[in-house]
Every structure is written in C-alpha cells, then in structure tokens.
C-alpha cells in the first residue's frame, strides 16, 4: 500500500466517525457515540504511523507524492483536483494533529459525560480533525482553502457549542467572520498565483515560482501578505487574534484541541509549506517576523494580567505561536515545527488541567478564588506543573529545547535578526512569570471553599441554585445541558487521567528528540522539504546551541523565581506594582484596546452604513423613485387613475387573450 | 422532448381545473415530478461535448413575421431548465402539504408558470423568448395579489403586486420594443427573423447595438433584481405567499441573469464590451448593498430578499468579466443560489410558524427541540455564505477569478461582499435557531412532510459541493462560445492563456 493511499485513509476515518455520530444521533447510546469519535481518530492516527512508515522507506528525495480522486473543477484553463500532497512536513503535521487530537477525545470521552450534546460535540470534534487533516494534506490551493474554511467552521461550531449563551454565540460569530477574512486573503493569493503561474498545485507552483518572479517583485510580494493574511487570521497574530481569547467560550476539551495544539497552528504550517514563496518575498517573511514577534511580546503582557484561566492560557497560546511565527518566517523551518509539536503537547495538557479545576471550581474560571489545589487535586496540579514547566522552557524540558532552537537560528543568521533573539528571550522571561502567576496562584496555599470540598468530601463543588453563565452572571439556559449536572476532574475519571499523563509525559520529555549535538530526529526527517532553500540550511552551531539554550535555562529559572517572589514570598507586590504602573496595568487588562479600535473602525462604520442605507436611502431614494413617479400620476387627475389600476388587470388579461390567440393561430396553420 | 417538457406543467395544470379540491395539490405535484423526470431524461441525453444547440424544435409559427416556434438546450441553460423542475416539484409539494384558498387556481397558476419559465429558458427565438418572459408575470402576479398577505407594517399585497407589475413591465415594454427593433434593424429591408441564431450571424450596427443593449439591460436587471431597480422587491417579498416564493426567489432571479448570456452577449457584442464596466458597477453596487441591507434587515423573508440581490450581483460580474471561467462560474453559481434560497424560503415558513412571527429579533433557540431542522438550516446557511467546499464557493471562485484576472480592482471590491456574507448568513442561522427561545415560540422538530420538501434540496447542494465539475463540464463548451463571440479574437482564452504562460517560462528556463 501506498503513502497516499494510506493518506486517504487518514481523511476516511474521521469523516466516516463524524458521519457516524452526526447521522446516529437519535440511536447511538451516547458512550458508543464517544467511543466510535475517538477509535477514529486512533485509527488515523494508526494510519498517519503507515504513513510514515511508508515514507520512510524510500529515498529522501523521493519522499514527496501527489494522488487526486477526480476533477473537482476542471474546465476554462482552471485545474482543480481532489488532490493531496504527501511529504515530510504533511506527515509531521498529521501525526501531530492525530496524535494529540486521540489523546483529547479520549479526555472529552470523560470530561463531557454529562453534556446533553455528548454526541453533537463528538460529530463535531471529529469534523474538525477531518478538516485540518485535509488543511495539512491538501495538494493544491483551493484545497487547502477548502479545508482552511472547513476548521474554520468546525470552530465556530465549537465555540458556540452552549448555543444558547449569548456570549458563546457571540464569541463564535467572531471567530468565524474573521477566519473568513482570513480566507479572502488567501483567495486572493490563489487568484494572484493562477494570474501568475497558471496553476494551483503546489508541486508546480514551487516549482515555477523561482524561474517566474524576482525576488521582491510586487507580485510575489503581494501573494506573500495575502498569506499572511489568512495565516495570521487562523493563527491569531495581530491584529487578526480577538477572537481567540473569546473562543474560550466552547467547552475546554476545545480550547484544548483546536485553539492552543492544533487549528491555530495552521498559519506556521502554511508559512512553511510555501517557503519557497516567502524566500523569494523577503520583505513580506520580515513583516511576518516582526508581527510574529509583536504578537508574542503583547500578548505576554496581557497574559500576565488576566484574570480568566482559560484566556490567560489562551494569550500564551498567542504568544507561543508568535515564536513559531518568527521561526519559520525567518528561515528555521524545522525550529518551528519542532516547537509547534511541543507546544501542542504542552499546551493542550496546561488546558487539560485547566479544564479539571474549573470542572471543580463548578465552571469559575476566575484564578483570584482559587487556591490549594495541591492538596485537593494532586494528578492535576502535578499536570499542570509539568506543563507550566515546558512552557516555562524549564531546563531539560520539551519547550527548552523547541524554544531555544528558533532563538539560536536568529542569532546564527545574524544581521538584524539578532532582534528577535533578544526580543525572544524577554518574551520567554515574561512566559516564565505569568506561567507560574498562574500555577502559585491555583496550587499552593490555603484550599479555597471548592478545593476544601474536595478533601473534606470527596465530592466535586456544586453551585446552589440555577447555573450561572461566569462571564456575564446571568442565568443559564439549563436546557441546552450546560453546566451538564456532574462536573468531572481528572482525578475520578480515568479517560481524563490517561489522556493528561501521555501528554504529561510528552511535555517533559517530548524534546529530546531534538538535542543540539545528541540527535536531530525531526530536523533530519524535514530536511527533505526545505530542500535547496539557502535559509535552511544555516545552521547555528552545536556551541552556539548549547549557549543559547543556557541562556534559556537562566532566564526561565529568573522567571520563576519572580513569580515567586511576586506571588509566594511577597504576595503584596502585585497590587503595589499595579498601582504604581497604573497605566501600563490598565493597557494590559485592557488587552492593548485592540477590540475597541476594530470595533470603532470597522463594526460601527459598516453597522452605520447599514442603518443608514436601510433608513434613508432605501425609504427615500429607491422608493422614493416610484412613490414619487405614482404621486405625480396620481395628482394629474382621476382620470388617469381608472387608467392606472385598470391598466395593469387589462395588461395581463390582454396578455393571456394575446398568447393564446397565438398559439391557437399556430396550431391552425400547421 | 423539449415540447413534452415545455408543455407538462400546463395540461396538468388545465386538467386540475376538473379534480377535486382534495386531490388538485397531489395532481399538480405529480405534474412537476413528471417535468422533472423530463429535464432529468434531457440531462442524460445532454451531449457535453458540442457546443450547438440540441434537441431542437423548430417550426414557423408566423412565417410572416418570422416568428418562429423554437426550442433547444445546450450548455447555458440545460441546468436551469433542471433547477426549475427541482424548485417547481418543491414548491408544489410545499404547497401541497398545506392548505390553500381555491386550491384548483392556486395550482393552475403555479403550473402555468412553470411553463412560462420553461419556455423562456427555451425559447431560442427573440420573440417567443419576449413572449414567455412576460408571461411568467401574469401567473405571479395573481398568485401575489390573491394568495399573498397584507402587512401591518406595509403595503397590502394588492399594492405591493402592482408596484412589482409595474417596475418589470416597464422592462418588459423595453424589452419588447427592443427585440422588434433588433430584427428589424438587422434585417436591413430584406427577410425578416427572430431567430436568434440568425440575428447573431446578421449582426447590428454599433450604434443601434448600444441603445437595445441597455433596454434589454433594464428589463433583465429590474428582474434580478440589480441595485437601484429592486424597489419593487421589499414589498413583493413580504407579501407573497410562501411556497410561491420557493419558486419565485430561485428561479425568475436566474431568467434575468440568464437573458444577458442568450440574449445580449451574441446578438450586442460591441456595446457589451463597450458597457462592461457600466454593469459591472451596477454588479458590485448590488453585491455591496444588498449584503449591507441583508445584515441590517430584521425580516427574515428579507434577509433572504436582499442577500439574493448580493448573490445576483456575483452571477452579473461573472458574465460581465468576458471571460469564460467567469461565466461559467456565473451558470453554477445561478443553479447554486436557486438550492440556496428555495429551501432557505421553506426553513423560513417552517420558522413562522413555530414563531408567529418573521421579525428575526423576536426569534431564537429553535435547535433544541429541533436538531434535523438546524442540521438542514446549517448546511443552508453555509452554502449560502459560499463556505469553501460548497459547489457555491466553486461558484464565487470561478466568477472572482474571470474578474480578477480581467478587472483586477472590480474583482478585490466584489470579494469584500464574501465577508459580509458570512455575516449576514449566520445572524440569520444564530438570530433563528441559536440564542434564548422567546416566549411563545415552541421549539419543534420538523415533521417528514417538511423534510421530504427540504431532505432533497439539501442533498442536492451536499451532492454539487462534492462534484461541481458535474455542471461546469456540461457548461463549457457553449459558455467558451458564447464568451469568444463577444471578444471575438482579441482575449485569448483561458487555456490558451496558460499555455502561453507555461510557455514564457520555458523560454525563461532556457534562457538562464
């Protein structure tokens, strides 16, 4: 069997599941529902591993393979297979995404039992895993919008997954309209490569694209930024990225999966997989760079003020995708890949543990009443440590190693790059600190009133009296099953448990694969994509590495250690700070007033123009037209408006008198 | 075949006349389905690899004017005459199901249009093409007036018909006037035709072409209808009866759009290069401002209404970039906005009457109760906003990429109309089935006299998303002629254009 015939197999199966689910609503008991959602996304993942397996068994040249089921759209000079493309970098991202997407149905198995849209969200999360399977697959342009749009859809539907939360609903218009704005760049850039090139297909399009454009030439250009358009919608880089801390409002399995290990991810893959193009466009590879680097330092920032649980591990998510961003806009492919992959470990288990407090918190997600964890819920706050430890790129963990990597690239090709390398070790001093903010605050000290629940009783905290909605305070609409009756932490459901230990493991030890002077397992499988690009092959040293990566280990330590300064050893400082950095503090919780700027530059303008067409111009221009005509006929006398309303009955009587007449006419005279 | 076709919907619809009320609405069903399995058999028999015109029926009819009797299908309008059967077996069965005043003249007069519209999609002689082109509004225009709704909040349907009577006689008027002229001016004293075939090989004048091309122009884009003609539709919609606007959105939107590629493209190929721009702004006029409309409105029925004058606009710029991926683009996207927004209309009767009401902000919470309907609605909904991997998005694609590749301004303008789509698709599908469930409104799933109308509707968008190439192939041919008819030798066709691409690049290889 085939690579790409195992390829397609990896699409089947979580269609096939998400088929399953969604057409057996009504019968499925809703344990097989959960089950059949997670077998299938195991068994793409079993397929991914064929995959691999039958990549690894030809010539590295030869590890690239395009197969297409049928014309999807081929006439007028305009060729659009059901194609695929299978290559190292598409096989990577296969088994990252199957791999962590079977560990975070297994947690949902657990952590969603008592939803009364168990089987809606296993149909859903298995439609998402379909789609970025075929976002990473995909052969050609289209296809790759295809399956950009189809997450893009699979979010939104996840985000307002409690339909009947007005903040959840809400949450998912957003995300979904700037995910279509990212789209139209990428259409865009589609347009721009076929006016160009003539061609979809990836193959072909790096193939011609050197020979066609010189380097910064504005179409290249142009094709670069409309990328980057797209990537950056999906990715939630500046200024494309409010959607992603409202996103937290889907269930946390979710924010898990698709808004921290997998779907935002899809903006470096696309950075990488046309780095031919970007080679050519350095200007447009720069703008992404500093972007990616703005986007990691802001949302640090605002990470270290929030509040909200999930939405400070979600500007993490930001900020760690601004290295990726970085990485592979500056020519270390392999670097952000690499980071990508730990990332999704590490990152989706900190949701993991995340998602157990809240469970016990009975849905608060406020980290200011949380506190002593440790001893209510020791698996989970030994998960989140181990997390909190690879984002904090604590010495000999996975984010140690991945992070540095990038780091050490910048400064390896020197010049002005060496910015980022600056720039990135304070983005990674400011993760150090409001990584660990957020672990001092939830794990030790005295258990706050759930957590003394948990230890007194055993039992998880319920809320007396009707659910309420944290975001807003207002009653829940119970029916939709939200909060479902029974909370569940990791500690009593052992789905959950084997899910977060796997990943556990995997943050920890998940880097070192990639060892400066040890091993270089993801680099050397890579290698064969970037293959003659003159960026990837700088290489920094293995001394310069090992520099970087004690640098690395310094700052994360210097980090933790100001956390806890600030929030073990002298918890009054935070407030002092706050209050003598009042406005710095107040741009920060703010979130830097991105969401007021787009809102007062575009929603209110368009929502204006709206009003104002629908009130004025439509009332007194379009209507006025006619109004106006009929009222001046009117006026000209009684006589005329016999005429008037005679005429149109006469007209239509006339015309049915006229047509048959014809027609019997016809018949006579043949 | 095609006479067979064209004249089903009528005799069923004159022998209802006789039946009882009871059966009349499963007798007019029966009428559509037997059409639908005609157009279905024309397709089989459709050979996609000419060009010409086929199954052709030709007679003189007033040999004297040279009016003939002329029907044929090729590529430009083999899928609407299918979409037409499929929308009227909908619709009917949609009406069927519920009850009606006066059955046995409710259903005639759907049958009677039906006909109407066929032969207009037929019709392959100017005149009779004039003919059926009017006819279809004297059905509608009873159908509106006697069976439609008067408003609170707007003008009685008696009202709101003659103002739609009133704007597309006027194009029809021009239009008859015009069609004279053209046969007259192109016969140039000597044998007199409507042919449009032959009128095409005559030719016209440049200068009669450009006063002609704007009165067909204007009755085809009242019909649309485009921006600044669509007084008439605000009304028009609110009041008409629903299952009659099943029909009426899907279908007579297309005969408008479908008039500039039978009509006006070959017989006025200088004004049409000369006026291109000239409608490709009424195109994107009525793209940004019936999506601008679409997401302020608080009518559903009109949501629906002005989100199709954005859709329309699409159809217009694709057959107005001249190229041949942009009109072809232009046909798939007629059929896919007609499975659009006929079951979109049916989804919005089923609503109504859970609700009471068509104001979308009195509106919510539906999927609870309901997940069959929102599972239909959602895939609705998406096709709608030409989600990618919907036949629609193939659609779009198609038409921004002629434009683009033509107009590259036009084509980023008309794109931001995308994202507006996405808006107002999903406030509709939130603001219906998602949020609070107002009091009053009772949440119930849809029964299976709604879901046989609905079910097969949304496989046939679910179908076109997984094989567009299914129309596009069967369309090129014709829409490649009918496109090189207007740029004559001038714009290299698409492939052509590739080559020569691929070309340049060798010559580049070779060159380092």
């Given amino acids: ?670 | 075949m095609l006479n067979s076709l064209l004249w089903t919907p009528l005799a069923f619809g004159i022998v209802g006349l006789f039946l009882p009320k009871r059966a009349i609405g499963w007798w007019a069903t029966l009428g559509a389905v037997v059409t639908l399995g005609l157009a279905i058999a024309i397709l089989v028999g459709f050979d996609s690899g000419s060009s010409s015109l086929q199954d052709t029926v030709d007679v003189a009819w007033i040999p004297g004017l040279g009016v003939d009797y002329s029907l044929g299908v090729d590529g430009l309008n083999v899928f609407l005459v299918l979409l037409t059967a499929v929308l009227w077996t909908g619709g009917t069965a949609f009406a069927a199901f519920r009850e009606q005043e006066r059955p046995q003249l409710f259903f005639f007069l759907m049958l009677v249009a039906e006909t109407a519209t066929l032969g207009s999609f037929l019709a392959q002689d100017l005149l009779l093409f004039v003919l059926f082109f009017d006819l279809m509004l004297v059905p509608f225009y009873f159908l509106f007036g006697v069976w439609g709704s008067d408003r609170e909040d707007g003008p009685s349907a008696a009202a709101a018909t003659l103002k739609m009577i009133v704007y597309t006689l006027i194009g029809s008027l021009l239009m008859l006037v015009a069609a004279i002229a053209t046969a007259i001016i192109a016969s140039d004293g000597g044998h007199l035709t409507f042919s449009i075939a032959e009128l095409q090989r005559q030719g016209l004048g440049e200068d009669s072409q450009r006063w002609i091309f704007w009165f067909f122009a204007a009755a085809f884009l009242v019909k649309m209808p485009a921006f600044m003609l669509h007084g008439w539709m605000p009304d028009a919609y609110r009041a008409a009866p629903l299952p009659v606007l099943v029909v009426f959105s899907g279908v007579l939107a297309k005969v408008g759009a479908y008039g500039f590629l039978r009509v006006v493209l070959p017989l006025f190929p200088d004004a049409t290069v000369e006026f291109q721009e000239a409608i490709l702004v009424i195109a994107l006029a009525s793209i940004l401002y019936g999506s601008v409309m679409a997401f302020t409105q608080t009518n559903v029925r009109l949501i629906a209404g002005y989100s199709s004058i954005a859709q329309l606009g699409f159809i217009t710029a694709g057959i107005f970039a001249l190229r041949a991926d942009g009109a072809d683009g232009a046909i798939l996207q007629m059929v896919n906005h007609g499975l659009v927004v006929a079951p979109l209309f049916v989804i919005v009767a089923v609503l109504v009457e859970r609700t009471g009401t068509e104001d979308l902000r009195a509106m919510g919470g539906m999927a609870l109760r309901a997940p069959v309907l929102a599972a239909l609605f959602l895939i609705v909904a998406m096709a709608t906003l030409a989600m990618p991997g919907s036949a629609n998005f193939i659609g779009e694609f198609y038409i921004l990429n002629g434009l683009f590749e033509e107009k590259i301004v036009f084509a980023c303008i008309a794109i931001s109309g995308v994202a507006m789509s996405a808006f107002y698709a999903l406030r509709l599908y939130q603001g219906t089935m998602h949020n609070r469930q107002p009091d009053g409104a009772a949440s119930r799933e849809i029964g299976w006299r709604d879901g046989v109308v609905l079910a097969p509707l949304v496989l046939c968008i679910l179908g076109l998303a997984l094989y567009p190439q299914l129309i596009l192939h069967r369309t090129e041919r014709s829409v490649q002629q009918t496109v090189a008819g207007v740029t004559g030798g001038e714009a290299p066709e698409a492939k052509l254009a590739n080559e020569m691409k691929a070309h340049d690049w060798e010559v580049t290889l070779t060159g380092r």
């Avoid at chain 1, 930024?225 to 889907?250: C, I, N, R, Y």
């Avoid at chain 1, 910048?410 to 993760?431: E, H, K, Q, S, W």
């Avoid at chain 1, 990837?536 to 300064?565: K, N, Q, R």
Wanted: proline residues 4%; negative net charge; aromatic residues 12%.
């Fill in chain 1, 1 to 670: 069997v085939s690579a790409t015939a195992w390829a397609w197999l990896v699409l089947l199966f979580p269609l096939l599941g998400s088929i399953t689910i969604g057409l057996g609503f009504r019968v499925l008991p809703t344990r097989i529902a959960g089950a059949i959602g997670t077998a299938a996304i195991a068994l793409a993942f079993a397929a991914g591993i064929a995959t691999l397996l039958s990549l690894l068994g030809e010539d590295p040249e030869a590890r690239h393979h395009a197969s297409s089921l049928w014309d999807y759209a081929s006439v007028a000079g305009l060729d659009i297979k059901l194609g695929i493309f299978v290559d190292p970098l598409s096989v990577f991202m296969v088994l990252v995404v199957t791999g962590v997407s079977t560990l975070i149905h297994l947690y949902s198995f657990g952590y969603m039992q008592s939803d009364a849209g168990y089987r809606r969200f296993f149909a859903y999360l298995n439609f998402f895993v379909f789609s970025m399977l075929l976002l990473v697959l995909a052969g050609n342009f289209v296809l790759l919008i295809v399956g950009w749009a189809f997450v893009g859809f699979a979010s939104y539907a996840l985000i307002s997954f409690w339909y009947r939360r007005q903040t959840a609903t809400k949450a998912g218009m957003k995300a979904f309209v700037i995910n279509v704005v990212g789209d139209i760049g990428l259409t865009l850039a589609a347009f721009l490569i076929f006016r160009e090139l003539g061609t979809f297909e990836y193959s072909e399009v790096f193939e011609k694209a050197p020979h066609v454009f010189q380097t910064n030439e504005w179409t290249i250009t142009a094709i670069c930024l409309l990328l980057l358009v797209g990537a950056f919608a999906k990715s939630a880089q500046l200024p494309f990225h409010t959607w992603l801390p409202d996103a937290m409002e889907g269930p946390t399995p979710v924010s898990s999966l698709i808004h921290a290990a997998t779907m935002v991810t899809a903006g470096v893959y696309l950075i990488a997989r046309t780095h031919v193009l970007f080679e050519l466009a350095p200007t447009a590879a720069d703008i992404a760079a500093f972007v990616g680097l703005a986007t990691l330092l802001i949302a640090g920032t605002i990470a270290l003020v929030m509040t909200d649980l999930k939405r400070a591990i979600a500007y993490s998510t930001m900020s760690q995708i601004g290295y990726m961003v970085v990485g592979v806009s500056i020519g270390a492919y392999s670097a952000g890949m690499f980071h990508l992959m730990t990332h999704a470990f590490f990152k989706a288990l900190l949701f993991m543990a995340a998602g157990s407090i809240i469970a016990a918190m009975a849905n608060e997600q406020n980290i200011d009443k949380m506190s002593g964890f440790g001893r209510a819920m020791r698996f989970t706050s030994i998960a989140m440590v181990c997390g909190g430890l690879a984002l904090a790129a604590f010495p000999g963990t996975s984010g140690f190693f991945s992070k540095d990597e990038i780091l050490a690239y910048a400064d390896a090709r020197g010049g002005m790059y060496v910015i980022f390398t600056v720039l990135g070790y304070l983005g990674a001093l400011l993760t150090a600190v409001y990584t660990f903010r957020l672990i001092f605050r939830i794990i030790p000290g005295r258990p706050c009133p759930e957590a003394q629940e948990l230890i007194d009783t055993g039992h998880v905290h319920h809320p007396d009296g009707p659910p309420l909605n944290p975001a807003t305070g207002e009653t829940e609409d119970a029916d939709v099953g939200f909060p479902g009756p029974d909370h569940h932490i990791a500690e009593q459901s052992w789905p959950m448990k084997l899910a977060m230990g796997v990943l556990a493991f995997l943050a920890l030890a998940g880097g070192l694969v990639q060892v400066p002077g040890v091993d270089d397992v993801i680099g050397a499988f890579l290698e064969p994509v970037w293959e003659g690009s003159p960026l990837a092959a700088i290489h920094p040293s293995d001394l310069a590495e090992w520099e970087g990566l004690g640098v690395g280990a310094a700052i994360s330590v210097v980090g933790i250690a100001v956390a806890w300064f600030l929030y073990i050893a002298r918890p009054e400082t935070p407030a002092l700070l706050q209050r003598k950095l009042r406005p710095l503090h107040t741009l920060f919780v703010n979130k830097w007033y991105f969401d007021e700027a787009i809102d007062f530059l575009i929603v209110r303008p368009a929502l204006a123009i709206g009003r104002f067409a629908n009130r004025v111009f439509e009332r007194f221009v379009v209507d006025g037209l006619v109004t106006g005509t009929q009222e001046t006929v009117r006026g000209s006398g009684s006589v005329v408006r016999a005429v008037q309303n005679g005429f149109v009955r006469s007209y239509a009587l006339l015309l049915i008198a006229g047509f048959a007449g014809l027609a019997l006419y016809f018949l006579l005279t043949n």
